[in-house]
């Protein structure tokens, strides 16, 4: 009896331990303004499913959120914010999605590099 338990509560532990070892955190920039901006920051990155927390900051633009890395990546949680309206380190917003902004949150841009030939 005592061994089945034991087994049981090593399988259980396991389990838990595989579980948490899938989950990371990574931060990188947002662009934007103010409380709103937070909202809706947040809430985009929230809809990407796996992701289980997200933090913005806006006094420092720092993102930080937490996912399953073993079932989403943090080009889906850019690319989230990015169709938000809000320009991260790896995607840009769409202008029509920027332009769809309160006027407050039109955080300014940065400009266009120049393609190379």
């Known amino acids: 009896m005592k061994t089945k338990v034991l087994s049981l509560i090593t399988v259980f532990l396991l389990g838990t331990a595989s579980v948490f070892a899938a989950s990371k955190t990574e931060k990188f920039k947002v662009y934007g303004n103010c409380g709103m901006c ?6 985009a990155a929230l809809s990407v499913e796996d992701v ?19 079932k989403t990546d943090v080009h889906k949680v850019h690319a989230a914010i990015a169709k938000a309206g809000y320009d991260t380190d790896m995607h840009k917003a769409s202008d029509e999605a ?13 400009p266009e590099k120049p393609v190379k030939e």
Do not use: G, P
């Not at 289980?52 to 006094?59: C, H, Q, R, T, Y």
């Open 38 to 43: 937070e909202q809706t920051i947040e809430k």
């Open 52 to 70: 289980s927390a997200a933090d913005w900051n806006k006094e420092t633009k720092q993102m930080e959120v937490t996912f399953d890395d073993s």
């Open 98 to 110: 920027y332009n769809k902004l309160h006027s407050c949150c039109q955080y300014e841009r940065a």
